[in-house]
């Protein structure tokens, strides 16, 4: 499962809602899913240089169906994407961008009749000091959250 969001601070707020739900504590990192990307169309696989210079700005794709096309319709797409970095031996991950894929073929004359539909592969530049993980997360609205992770050496 994920390596971050799995610390849940209880808040007052936060045993209130725990107790009115039956005393289940619910994580988000228990709704990730993982899976080996050249059979689940889910999964957004990270691309970028497995070694990269220090303070260097480099080029990082996020694409998803890589191998096995995910659908992109009104009823079943992408939503997606957020994409972070967490430096070696720190704490918090940073969060590199958010990316949203806002068309899907609906218009006024009902779902896949625009034609227009955003696809579901971004591409962002970064520059880091330290090594570390880049870690994307997506949301298929059918589907639920998946991530995927990539190490990143820095020389
Ligand atoms: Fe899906």
Redesign the pocket.
Known sequence: MGIFWKKLKLTQSNLNAIEACGGEIMKISELIQESDWKSE??VPVVECPDSVKADKFFEVTVAIGKEVA??NTTA?H?CWISLYFLPEGEKFPCQIGKFAFNSHGASVKGPDTSTVYTHHKVTAWMKTSKPGTIIAVSL????GLWQYSKQIKVD
């Not at 298929?140 to 589907?143: A, D, K, Q, S, V």
Request: include cysteine; charged fraction near 10%; aromatic fraction near 0%.
């Open positions: 169309k889910h995910h659908p079943h992408i298929c609205n059918i589907h």
